[in-house]
């Protein structure tokens, strides 16, 4: 009891410590006053704008911050981070959990219309979209010697970045910050992570008040997720059980290099009963061209249909039908050095796909880009092959062992349904790591329903799945994404 008072004699004495702190606020040349498209009042706060990382170079990242809209004073602080390697956080903003829902405007000409997000991360976040590494999105340099980089530059930048960004809103860095990213930010999340731990050991200021970190559908060990995906079309009934028996008789269990050729033969056999799905999720179709010259098998780089053009949906708002720049075809999971481009793995022919075509309009219009401060002389693309980019950071492994050792919390979560980056493979490299389990294998419910499985490990770490979705949960699933959303920020269980 005795403790208690003390403990509520001390906290006005420190806030009052901190209130005559000189107090800066947020540069008011980066507010967004208007958005165009949005006819209603903002929320919260919108800033956007450049953070020069590199001045000899003229290496400037963009980002776009979204005040909560809870209390803003109090949330935490969150950073977003879309993958690719090549493709724009923005992404993230526009089709996953940003405050906006984008739609065709009804009168043919004009631009879209923006309905306010019922699932918006910001309503329980300040939230940063950072375009990374420079030469993606809006993010440039003037130096292109630049456009060539890697993990570990990236998450250099990226932690240079987050040291000036809270040096312009220091009215943030007492607030919990995390760092969150799907797909290949399944790299950058962990890295820059480890960057930020670095930075807080040997006393870099400002001291950033880092609290952990959430991964979906993530990239992370050439061996777990090349092991991924035989398993995961076996489980999900796209091959037979003989088929599985083979394959994995033949593979001594492994796919990720064929041991010797009658493996080699049998994962063709499982590509052909798999190819022609939508690879980012399995249950929604995949548009097939009608035109038969931009629908011919692209047999050199043994890239499957599903990559060509990804489906049309039923669901009312829009939903990006092509995911590529960099990405990587069937049973070629991210592997040591340089991550090709799609012209490099289609043969220079360029992806026939459509349909990016809500962010590509509204981010490359004149008045918007005016309105967000982007300054780029190239236009926006949710993916770009402009950047030259090497995995060099090897297995995330190691990084998320040093990481959840530390105390930092961890969710690492999967649409269960996407065969890009399956969620066996993360299942299985998280319960690799041999902690202990604390919350063993449930369902955890949304809205009254099961909305996935999950399983709680020591040193705070979490796997959990999200059922009937594919690559992009926040995408597939707004509401369960919120809702795991808000449970991790808040230290709830699941
Ligand atoms: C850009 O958006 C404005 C509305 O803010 C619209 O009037 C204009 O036509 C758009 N420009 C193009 C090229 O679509
Ligand atoms: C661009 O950067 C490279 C590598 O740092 C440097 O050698 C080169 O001089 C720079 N180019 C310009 C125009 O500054
Ligand atoms: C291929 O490798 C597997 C696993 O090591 C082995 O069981 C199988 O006998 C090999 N097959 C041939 C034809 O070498
Ligand atoms: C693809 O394009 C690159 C650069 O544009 C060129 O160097 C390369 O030779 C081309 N490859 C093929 C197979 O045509
Ligand atoms: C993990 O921690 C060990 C011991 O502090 C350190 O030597 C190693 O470099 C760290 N590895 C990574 C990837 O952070
Ligand atoms: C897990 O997180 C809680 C709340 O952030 C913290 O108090 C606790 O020390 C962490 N546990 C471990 C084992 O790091």
Redesign the pocket.
Known sequence: MAGGVLYLFFVPLIYTFLSILPTQSAPQSALVTQIPGFSGTLPSKHYAGYVTVDQSHGRNLFYYFVESEGKPAEDPVVLWLNGGPGCSSLDGFVYEHGPFNFEKAMTKGSLLQLQLNPYSWSKVSNIIYLDSPAGVGFSYSKNETDYETGDLKTASDSHTFLLKWFELYPEFLSNPFFIAGESYAGVYVPTLS?EVVKGIDAGVTPVLNFKGYLVGNGVTDDKFDGNALVPFAHGMGLISDDLYEEVNKACGGSYIYPVNDTCGSKLEEVDKNIEDLNIYDILEPCYHSTDSSKNRKVTKSGLPSSFRLLGETERPLAVRKRMFGRAWPLRAPVRDGIVPTWPELMDNESVPCINDEVATEWLNNESVRKAIHAETDFSWELCTSRIEFYHDSGSMI??HM?LTAKGYRALIYSGDHDMCVPFTGSEAWTRSLGYKIVDEWRPWTSNGQVAGYTQGYENNLTFLTVKGSGHTVPEYKPREAFDLFSRFLAGKPQ
Do not use: A, L, M
């Open positions: 480890s190691k990084y040093n």
